[in-house]
């Protein structure tokens, strides 16, 4: 089974303070920032196998009981949205159940479903505007969990910019395009230098920001970092072997070097004989 997973800003409709619960948007058919789309149809014969138990997890995280911080009393397809209404277990001796329902009933709260794609296809055309590579017209809901809004959309944006300044043709071909003098080199092995330590700036500028909600515990921080700046392994993929292709180049060209330099040695030493 492939599961996979699809987040929405909850859109809060009404909220109950006195019975804890809250009506909200979990899923849409607009198109995701993965240019892709979930038919409103498609939820249609893949609710009922959730309602049998129809938990409200945090993040996604099946690690601990007190993950399950309430429960979806019903969910239904109204208009383009999917709405479900939650029961949150406040009051019962779970902080984490308790801080959920206050995010949400002060509108903060984001919902990710997690589904099983029975079937999907390729739009031969744009939808709103945009290039969409998948339309899932069947899936089985499986979890919804409540997790974090992004602080900082422009994160994402930032690292992949960091990743893109690295698509030069030296790192394309894996090939040196000729080989620059060593102050030259310097200069270009401290860019890359500078640009790594950016990414690592704006992934500790997240941690700290982490910090001050999570109170130190570890677990939950790698947890939540990952869902707050959303990069999915794709992402990680990619730059990881951007950047290794930067180390063979750089590697390639030392080794270039060095054979110029003894290539240099050898000429050197034939003209000194030539001259005894």
Known sequence: MNKMYKRLKGIIRSVDIDNYTVDA?????????YNEVINIDAWKDGLSEYMKHPVLLTSHDYSELTNQIGIALSISIVGNDLIAKFKYFVGEG????????????KGQAAYSVGFESLASETPSEPIDGA??????????????????????????????????????????????????????KKKTDK????????????IKDHEDRIKDLE????????????????????????????IKQLELANKQADNHHSELAVKFKNELSALNARLI
């Open 131 to 184: 290039d969409v590579e998948r339309i899932y017209t069947k899936v089985n809901l499986l979890e919804v969990s409540q997790v974090l809004i992004p602080a900082n959309p422009e994160a994402l944006q930032k690292m992949k910019q960091l990743i893109g300044d690295f698509e030069d043709e030296q790192i394309k071909t894996g090939q040196p395009q000729g080989i620059a003098p060593t102050e030259e």
């Open 25 to 33: 948007v979990i899923s849409s058919s607009a198109v995701d920032r």
């Open 215 to 242: 109170d130190g515990n570890e677990k939950s921080l790698k947890k939540t970092l990952f869902e707050l700046i959303e990069v999915n392994r794709e992402d990680l993929t990619i730059f990881d072997k951007r």
């Open 94 to 105: 779970n902080p984490e159940a308790d801080w959920a329902f206050n995010l949400a009933s």
């Open 191 to 202: 860019t890359h230098e500078d640009r790594i330590k950016e990414l690592e700036d704006c």
